[in-house]
């Protein structure tokens, strides 16, 4: 059972907007920690899409929006595309654990 | 060129130990916190481990606490992962993993090509 709470999958046809939640608590994410989004691609690494809540690094398309609220944060990717097909991870840090923490993975399938 | 390099992957049995590197280049090393990261078949990513800059702090999570020691030398550009008393639930891709330097807690901006951890009698 994760710490960081996502939906374990997500569809959307292309061109559509899909949005994945991350939810977390009073000791990780509402309490101010950053959340970062990661996204990997079939048999690689993760990569970084978001972070510090709502920046993205060079390179990455600004189809891919951040967002955090309370005790939650969510990614939105809008104009779905097939290459967007991955699993993605949220991730912060806990202060009551001390730890990293990654949420479960959301595995997105473009229909 | 960026990049992190992972080596020292293996099969072995439960209870033998192993230690991964992970070789850095293109950036100022000694100024990065480093992490491990793992990725056990078909699951997700878990948090294992993480390094200051210069050595001093080190954290871990619970599963692997008095098994495993991270380590650095940052004349070689070099993380270590000592890991002893393997378990089969150690089984896994290990990356490692680079801490940004913008803000405290920031992103793994950059992340190895993982080296494959399986315990297995």
């Known amino acids: 059972q994760s710490v960081l709470t996502q939906p374990p999958s997500v569809s959307g046809a292309p061109g559509q907007i899909v949005t994945i939640s991350c939810t977390g608590s009073?000791?990780?994410?509402?309490?101010?920690?950053?959340v970062h989004w990661y996204q990997q691609l079939p048999g690689t690494a993760p990569k970084l899409l978001i972070q510090?809540?709502?920046n993205r690094p060079s390179g990455v398309p600004d189809r891919f929006f951040g967002s955090k609220s309370g005790t939650s944060a969510s990614l939105a990717i809008t104009g779905l595309q097939a290459e967007d097909e991955a699993d993605y991870y949220c991730?912060?840090?806990?202060?009551?654990?001390?730890?990293?923490?990654f949420g479960g993975g959301t595995k997105l399938t473009v229909l | 060129q960026v990049q992190l390099v992972e080596s020292g992957g293996g099969v072995v049995q439960p209870g033998r130990s192993l230690r991964l590197s992970c070789a850095a280049s293109?950036?100022?090393?000694?100024?990065?916190?480093m992490h491990w990261v793992r990725q056990a078949p078909g699951k997700g990513l878990e948090w294992v481990t993480r390094?200051?800059?210069?050595?001093?702090?080190?954290y871990y999570v619970d599963s692997v606490k008095g098994r495993f020691t991270i380590s650095r030398d940052n004349s070689k550009n070099t993380l270590y992962l000592q890991m002893n008393s393997l378990r089969d639930e150690d089984t896994a891709v290990y990356y490692c993993?680079?801490?940004?330097?913008?803000?405290?807690?920031?992103?793994?901006?950059?992340w190895g090509q993982g080296t494959m951890v399986t315990v297995s009698s």
């Open positions: 993993a680079k801490e940004g330097i913008a803000v405290a807690h920031d992103a793994f901006d950059l």
């Open positions: 293109g950036f100022t090393f000694s100024r990065c916190g």
């Open positions: 390094i200051s800059t210069d050595g001093s702090n080190k």
């Open positions: 009073s000791s990780n994410i509402g309490a101010g920690y950053v």
């Open positions: 510090g809540n709502i």
């Open positions: 991730q912060s840090y806990d202060s009551s654990l001390n730890d990293v923490v």
